[in-house]
């Protein structure tokens, strides 16, 4: 008998599954959903940056036509419980958050009242007769003046401004320091952003009679908002449904939870009608969380052959006026942890300050804090080669990690742990496909000419797929670290996948399949993914942190195992064999070498229901569910390389080529992989080059508050992204997956700065803070604005 080659589909460019629904425009958004009877919810949000509310009356908008509720944060107390973070860093002080500010507001866009009215245009027209007296007193907006004496204090619990510490290190950098040729110092900002979601927050709550509210929420974490939603509101975990259906773009801003998400709810239990609410831009732009916001000052101990023996830093992380859910973890754990990257420096002491200020809360976006680490690094290792005047490259191999170092825990730190990798041979790859000695040629000829050409590269890795559960109680993370799947095959060998994993464009729909179907030895198109339902799906963690494949791909896969084992123990009893003489390929069990019939997969699931013939004590059915917690996280690396053109007559920067390797380890899929890649770059780029969120820091306003002003990446200024792997798999999880989703917005941000940089060498500049607009860059040039980072 001939045994048919096993299925593999894993490694395969599968086109995504969801692209057809998506193209043709039968994707359904929250913003779809049209229920019967449903009203429409307001908020009037704050136009102060920090301000006492002295006296506010919503009786005239309670009087106005259509409107059913109108409430200000005084009526709610007692009957909603204040907001608290899920990630609370051990000695944190949490300030207080009411879900709407009750006597003092602290950002511009806090939620003052509400109003639910019969249309949006009527609950629109009632904020307008709300009556709210403030008095304003002093705000402060960035987190290096919050600290200083005599600033404005937030929070009466939060002294000095500073609700966490967190330090860590190893080794001893004095000595470093004292052993060094030279001490070279950087101060640098990671601009803050605004997450430019296509589909801006959305919610409806929709009470049954029955005592059930289903809540319909673009949420990356539908069993996560489950929790948070009774934990605030009071009702019952099993009283409330999630419904997340496609997302129209999430990068971390949809696993947050904001008061909207908490006062449709509440309103539609009070009224007992569905209640809806749908962000505006500029309502985005105010209250949706932003990200980075950073400050850091770095010192690196050197030797002249560019050897880096020590470094110290200390980051301040800008909160925002309340901890949102993950805001302690991103500045400490997720940034200083990783402020040595790919470089073997032993010696390491870091500190990191979470300060809160009158501005939008911020916490996790693409990245949340990895982007910031491997900002500290890369900028750390090129300044070195910058003040030196070695070659970015030599500098680099000099201080890498070697591939026989891995595992390797830098700085000898106890929790952070690379699992594997090969930096050298994704530098060696990189630097062939961007053919680097030819491109260095080219832009020293062309610079003779007048032209001004930059190379940037930057190397980055970091640990995702948050997890085990244990290693996350540890730095206060309210969350476990594992995931669930369930997958049911029916009576005629169609498999449905159950993930507690959430899509928002990542193709899981697609690549959870083709794990499934390798494991399972099925086609692929026999196999459907079901997420984002709670009623339906297991109860899970959702998607972030690049944990999607690591964890919830993991569980697919072992869970899958299990149903194999399973099918051959019915296979065996069908055969009349013992089951470790059957063989198992391409959806058929056989017993090599005997000249008995095969039989399929489809015809052991119909036995597993009919039941007439399985073995003593085997129970019928053909279902399995995991919740599967990682034995570690993934490190995944990698090395990008851009060219660029500076006109300095203008300051516009033109991208002539950008190259990235990156080692993801396993790849489920090249063609989903490459997407992840160049979103994340344009994201990385974006950030570079263009966007910032900018407040006024006299009074606290918000000056870039629609996509007037700030500035997004367009077609125009994307350019050709040519994406490479190296495969190293990662040993603590079984199908060898590392994370994908955030890397190339951890790498872009350096390399384009550098790249840029190199461009402006001959005019003598080392440091332009991100974002490198024209304006900047040509202030540079003319000598109106340079400052140096190194000294």
């Given at each position: ?6 299925l593999r589909?894993?490694?395969?460019p ?7 629904r998506?193209?043709?425009g039968k ?8 229920l019967?009877?449903m009203?429409h919810?307001?908020?009037l ?11 506010i ?10 409107v ?6 005084g009526d709610?107390v007692?009957?909603l419980?204040?907001m608290?973070?899920n990630?609370?860093?051990p000695?944190t002080k949490?300030?207080h958050?009411?879900v709407v500010?009750v006597?003092r507001?602290?950002f ?9 009215a019969e ?5 629109y ?7 709210v ?9 960035d ?9 404005p ?9 500073v ?16 052993d060094a ?6 101060r640098l900002i ?9 589909e801006t927050r959305?919610v ?6 029955d005592g059930?509210l289903t809540?319909?929420i ?15 509101v009071?009702i019952p975990?099993n009283r409330?449904?999630i419904?997340?259906?496609?997302i ?5 801003a949809?696993m947050h939870l904001?008061p909207e998400?908490l006062?449709?709810p509440?309103?539609?239990r009070?009224?007992?009608v569905?209640v809806?609410?749908?962000e505006?831009r500029?309502e985005?732009?105010q ?5 980075r916001a ?5 010192e690196?101990?050197?030797?002249n052959?560019g ?14 006026a309340?901890l ?9 754990v997720?940034?200083?942890?990783f402020g ?5 420096i ?17 916490d996790?976006?693409?990245g949340?804090?990895?982007p ?14 910058r003040?030196?005047?070695l ?10 990690i ?18 594997s990798?090969d ?8 630097l062939?496909?961007f ?14 000419e007048?032209r001004?050409?930059g190379?940037?590269?930057a ?6 797929g ?8 540890l730095?206060?993370f309210?969350?476990?670290g594992?995931?669930?799947?369930r997958?049911?095959?029916?009576s005629?060998g ?12 990542h ?5 959870l ?9 099925i ?9 984002g ?7 899970g ?14 569980s697919v896969h072992v869970t899958?195992?299990?149903?194999v ?8 009893s069908m055969?009349?064999?013992d ?6 390929n391409a959806?058929?069990f056989?017993v090599p ?7 399929s997969?489809e015809k052991?699931a119909?036995?597993a ?5 399985l073995p ?9 569910t ?14 990008h390389l851009a ?8 300051g ?7 190259v990235?390797?990156?080692?993801v ?10 997407g ?5 770059v ?12 900018c407040y006024?820091p006299?009074?606290?306003?918000l ?13 125009d200024t ?5 994406s490479?792997f190296?495969?190293?798999p990662?040993?603590t999880n079984p ?5 994908i ?8 941000p350096?390399t384009?700065v ?12 080392t ?19 340079i400052?140096?980072a190194a000294g």
């Amino acid at each position: 008998m001939i045994e048919e080659s096993p299925l593999r589909y894993v490694g395969q460019p599968l086109r995504r599954r969801e692209d057809l629904r998506f193209v043709t425009g039968k994707g359904r958004y929250v913003d779809d959903v049209k229920l019967p009877d449903m009203l429409h919810m307001a908020i009037l949000r704050s136009p102060h940056a920090h301000a006492k509310i002295t006296r506010i009356d919503v009786s005239e908008a309670m009087r106005a036509p259509g409107v059913r509720l109108a409430v200000s944060g005084g009526d709610l107390v007692g009957k909603l419980r204040p907001m608290v973070p899920n990630w609370i860093i051990p000695g944190t002080k949490v300030p207080h958050r009411p879900v709407v500010a009750v006597d003092r507001v602290r950002f511009v866009g806090e939620c003052v009242a509400l109003v639910v009215a019969e249309t949006p245009h009527m609950a629109y027209d009632a904020l307008g007769l709300i009556e709210v007296d403030y008095e304003t007193l002093p705000a402060v907006v960035d987190e290096v003046a919050a600290i200083e004496d005599g600033a404005p204090l937030l929070h009466d619990n939060v002294p000095g401004n500073v609700t966490t510490v967190y330090t860590v290190g190893g080794g001893d950098y004095r000595k470093a320091a004292s052993d060094a040729d030279q001490v070279i110092r950087l101060r640098l900002i990671n601009n803050r952003l605004i997450p430019t979601c296509m589909e801006t927050r959305v919610v409806i709550a929709d009470p049954n009679a029955d005592g059930m509210l289903t809540v319909h929420i673009p949420s990356q974490v539908p069993h996560m908002h489950r929790r948070w939603i009774a934990e605030t509101v009071g009702i019952p975990e099993n009283r409330i449904r999630i419904v997340a259906p496609d997302i129209g773009g999430g990068f971390g801003a949809k696993m947050h939870l904001y008061p909207e998400e908490l006062l449709c709810p509440y309103a539609a239990r009070e009224l007992g009608v569905p209640v809806k609410w749908w962000e505006s831009r500029s309502e985005s732009h105010q209250s949706t969380s932003h990200g980075r916001a950073h400050t850091e000052i770095i010192e690196a101990a050197i030797r002249n052959d560019g050897t880096i023996l020590g470094m110290k830093v200390e980051t301040l992380g800008n909160a925002g006026a309340y901890l949102s859910n993950m805001a302690t973890g991103g500045p400490t754990v997720n940034t200083v942890n990783f402020g040595t990257g790919n470089y073997k420096i032993m010696h390491y002491e870091a500190i990191a300050r979470v300060i809160v200020t009158n501005t939008v809360p911020v916490d996790a976006y693409r990245g949340y804090g990895r982007p910031e680490g491997a900002y500290i690094a890369e900028r750390t290792i090129d300044a070195v080669a910058r003040h030196l005047r070695l070659d970015p490259i030599a500098v680099r191999r000099r201080n890498f990690i070697q591939k026989p170092d891995f595992p390797f825990r830098p700085y000898n730190s106890k929790g952070t742990i690379f699992d594997s990798g090969d930096y050298e041979g994704c530098l060696d790859k990189a630097l062939a496909a961007f053919d680097y000695e030819g491109r260095c040629r080219e832009r020293d000829e062309l610079r003779r000419e007048g032209r001004y050409r930059g190379i940037g590269v930057a190397a980055y890795t970091h640990m995702c797929g948050m997890a085990p559960s244990r290693r996350l109680a540890l730095s206060g993370f309210d969350r476990g670290g594992w995931e669930s799947a369930r997958v049911s095959v029916d009576s005629s060998g169609q498999v449905t996948i159950y993930s507690g994993s959430m899509s928002q464009g990542h193709g899981h729909q697609t690549s959870l399949a083709q794990i499934a179907a390798d494991a399972l030895q099925i086609p692929v198109e026999n196999i459907d993914v079901v997420q984002g339902d709670t009623r339906q799906v297991q109860a899970g963690h959702g998607t972030f942190n690049s944990r999607s494949m690591a964890v919830g791909g993991s569980s697919v896969h072992v869970t899958s195992l299990r149903i194999v084992t399973k099918a051959r123990k019915i296979a065996a009893s069908m055969m009349e064999v013992d089951e470790k003489d059957i063989s198992y390929n391409a959806g058929r069990f056989t017993v090599p070498g005997t000249d008995i019939a095969s039989v399929s997969f489809e015809k052991v699931a119909r036995m597993a229901y009919v039941g007439h013939r399985l073995p003593d004590g085997l129970e019928p059915g053909l279902d399995e569910t995991m919740f599967y917690d990682p034995t570690g996280m993934g490190a995944p690396s990698g090395i990008h390389l851009a060219y660029i053109e500076v006109d300095p007559q203008t300051g516009a920067v033109e991208i002539l080529d950008y190259v990235a390797v990156d080692d993801v380890g396993t790849i489920i899929n090249p063609l989903l992989a490459e997407g992840q890649i160049h979103g994340g770059v344009v994201q990385g780029i974006a950030q570079a080059l263009y966007e910032e969120a900018c407040y006024d820091p006299d009074n606290g306003q918000l000056m870039t508050g629609s996509l007037l002003d700030y500035a997004v990446p367009r077609a125009d200024t994307v350019p050709n992204i040519r994406s490479l792997f190296q495969e190293t798999p990662s040993p603590t999880n079984p199908i060898g997956v590392k994370g994908i989703g955030e890397s190339g917005s951890i790498a872009a941000p350096p390399t384009m700065v550098h790249a840029v940089l190199d461009a402006l060498t001959p005019f003598g500049i080392t440091h332009i803070d991100m974002p490198m607009t024209p304006t900047r860059i040509w202030s540079a040039i003319q000598g109106t604005s340079i400052n140096t980072a190194a000294g």
